[in-house]
């Protein structure tokens, strides 16, 4: 998958390959773009996330099949997180699920598109239609404590306030748009589904009112206010508990692929939990040793290096009374203290759309 805006990116951007996706890590500097992301408004061309359509008089009991949430009463109006599982509860990917009047759209993470279709085909049921409908829009984001009023000069101004998860079919210079309210970097955050055709004018559009933002950026304001990244943080034998993705998760749904073992996981006793960090200039590689007094106790899971903490943050992995915050544990050869989420407290959090 390449972005249908890229010969519109600003040159010097660059690019690397997020699982099926080519993605722009990186259009000026990660510090300039964390900036827009914490300070200002940032535009996100999210070109990597598939666009899947569930139709048919079987969307919505599929869609219940499938997803760890409850989206019975999903309406059109309307959109949310959830998790997609397998039958062993591995995570297959985390999905932003659009609620429409004639069924449902789920929106892949970056890059995992092919896998997610791939699992919605192999369980495909009669009386449901999947269907890729990537090449046919362009998904562009806006983030940051002003990205309101990039929504208010660049479409409508009453968007911008809209409640969060909320849906709008709208238009912006006479295209037919599909608008909504949600984010990942704990700024305010809204995304624009527009028809290809018309996907660069509106990016370049956009460019005069925010400074674009690659993955790299937008990866580490998800991790400060510990928005789940699948890739990084789930993989082979770890559930969604030892992720801390079971706000993602419905257990008193009745039926869900994954739910016997998301409910085993539940009533289990936990081997591990995954626990934020911060401390040292190194940036330490997934896998590295924890230890206490020289015992290991566990393992890094992902980590960066903050701009917003000057200093590298990431989560490790640890047994469960010792997943807690202001614990100092040795990773490598480097002190580092545990954290609480969020990391770093996101401007909009005291900045009122006016």
Do not use: N
Request: proline share 5%; with cysteine.
């Amino acid at each position: 998958m390449t972005s249908p805006v890229k010969t519109a990116h600003p040159d010097g951007a660059e690019y690397g390959t997020v699982l099926d996706a080519e993605v722009a890590l990186r259009f000026s500097t990660l510090d300039a773009e964390y900036e827009a992301i914490r300070e200002r408004a940032a535009l996100l061309d999210l070109s990597g996330e598939r666009i899947i359509e569930l139709s048919g008089s079987g969307a919505t009991d599929f869609a219940q099949k499938v997803l760890a949430r409850d989206v019975e009463y999903l309406t059109a109006e309307r959109c949310m997180t959830s998790l997609v599982l397998a039958e062993d509860g591995a995570v297959v990917d985390q999905v932003v699920v659009w609620g429409r009047e004639d069924g449902l759209l789920l929106e892949s993470s970056t890059g995992a598109g092919t896998r997610l279709l791939e699992h919605l085909r192999a369980h495909a049921e009669p009386g449901v239609e999947i269907t890729d409908r990537t090449a046919e829009h362009a998904l562009f984001g806006l983030e940051g404590p002003y990205a309101w009023g990039v929504v208010g000069r660049l479409i409508d101004g009453e968007l911008a306030a809209l409640p969060f998860e909320s849906v709008v079919d709208s238009q912006w210079d006479g295209v037919d748009i599909l608008f909504a309210r949600t984010g990942v970097t704990g700024e305010y955050g809204y995304k624009v589904l527009v028809p290809r055709e018309s996907a660069e004018r509106l990016w370049t559009k956009a460019l005069e009112h925010a400074v674009p933002a690659g993955q790299e950026a937008v990866e580490l304001a998800m991790l400060e206010v510990r928005q789940p990244v699948v890739r990084h943080e789930a993989g082979e034998g770890v559930d969604v508990l030892e992720m801390g993705a079971g706000w993602l998760v419905d257990i008193t749904k009745d039926e869900f692929i994954g739910r016997d073992a998301v409910v085993a996981a539940f009533e289990g006793t936990a081997e591990r939990r995954t626990v934020g960090f911060s401390g040292g200039a190194e940036v330490p590689a997934p896998g590295t040793p924890v230890t206490v007094g020289g015992e290991r106790i566990g393992e890094v899971v992902h980590a960066v290096h903050s701009v917003g903490l000057k200093s590298s943050l990431g989560l490790l992995r640890l047994p469960p009374d010792l997943a807690a915050a202001g614990l100092t544990v040795t990773v490598g050869d480097t002190e580092v203290v545990t954290l609480t989420s969020p990391y770093v407290t996101p401007k909009s959090w005291s900045t009122p759309i006016i």
